[in-house]
């Protein structure tokens, strides 16, 4: 068996990572909903943008939020048409905004909604940039591209995305037309009409992007660190408690040495908390490790075998997988010395487009259970 793929499937799943990240997001919103509305708009303001929308020979500028939008002004798209006065307005509302975003016009971008297998996530861009000519009637090379994920299905492991796509030569035009002016934006999306809502997707190439300071992400870093201090803080205190609780039962040992009754129950109390701490040391040395039986299947399972998923509960361990000779595997496994009674849990089949076999077995460890 494959070891490098063994351990690959041990790592933590993307999916997994991305429940942890939209638990979060939502916590952050549910305490920032419970906040007075005034102390909430003190310590969240909303962010001003300057949203840009290229009209024919000019460009409109708005400032708004992500509430309400409103436009300011309209200046021409090239350098000789600008005044020396609207070239230092440009300049300051450049410098002033904290986010420059070039909403781009429905008829040039592509949506399209997409489902792909969710192994996939690790390496998302990279699939979408190989689907790209069988997705859109446009190739790599043509378009720039970015995706929405909206969707994890656990039952059928697949995602569901939107991809969204603008022509290469379309939104290198526009940018060189800003870039000539004075203006070069952080996004390039899809904006609402009336509202400063955008599309969450980022058009631009990475080589023109612009980072700049986050003061919302220095403020999520902040209750970051606040919430690991207080998660610290709940782990210590209870053993704070616990060496309060022995300090204490030492000071009543001392002062109860000309009491022999007295000292025999504590020593017993003692005695009883030091039994109690060791139960899972002991029930750990009595039970097998799990990287043993991780260890037994790699020495029996032979090199065209692949474990895709390992569950171990208790005495049983139920293994899935593909095997171009999937019935070969229950001889393997009963010649075992850790594991016995191996089984079928459901029919073996074919994977398309290959010579191997999906296969779901279990089997029963042998002296105890492995967790």
Known sequence: MNMSSLKTRFKLS??????????WCWWLAELAGM?????????LPGVERLYLELNGLEVIASRGTSESIREIARYPLTA????????QEVAEL??????????????????KTLSLPQV???NLREVLGFEMDRQTPFSLEQ??????????????????LELVVTPRLYLDEQLSKLKVIGFQPHQATLCREKTGQTQPVNLLPEAVRQHRSDSAQH?????????L?????????????????????????????????????????????????????????????????????????????????LIIKGQEIQIQGQSTAAAALIPLIESSDSLHNPRFRSSVTRSQGSNSERFHLSAEVAGGSAI
């Open 14 to 23: 993307a999916p997994l990572v991305h429940r942890l990240t939209d638990f």
């Open 35 to 43: 906040l007075p509305k005034r102390i909430r708009a003190a310590a």
């Open 80 to 87: 000789e048409a600008l005044p020396l006065e609207q070239a």
């Open 94 to 111: 450049a410098s002033r905004s904290r986010e420059l975003i070039l909403c781009l016009p429905a008829d040039k971008v592509l949506l």
């Open 120 to 122: 996939a996530e690790s």
């Open 143 to 160: 378009v720039y591209y970015d995706h929405v994920l909206s969707k994890r299905n656990s039952k059928t492991n697949t995602l569901t």
């Open 219 to 227: 403020l999520n870093l902040a209750l970051g660190m606040l919430t």
């Open 229 to 309: 201090a207080l998660l610290l803080g709940a782990i210590a205190l209870p053993l704070v408690n616990k060496t309060q609780v022995i300090q204490a039962l030492e000071a009543r040992i001392e002062l109860a040495t000309s009491k022999a009754e007295v000292t025999r129950r504590l020593r017993n109390e003692v005695e009883s908390l030091s039994t109690d701490s060791g139960f899972l040391l002991n029930k750990k040395q009595l039970t097998p490790l799990v990287l043993e039986i991780v260890n037994e299947l790699t020495l029996i399972l032979p090199d065209d075998t692949w474990i895709n998923r």
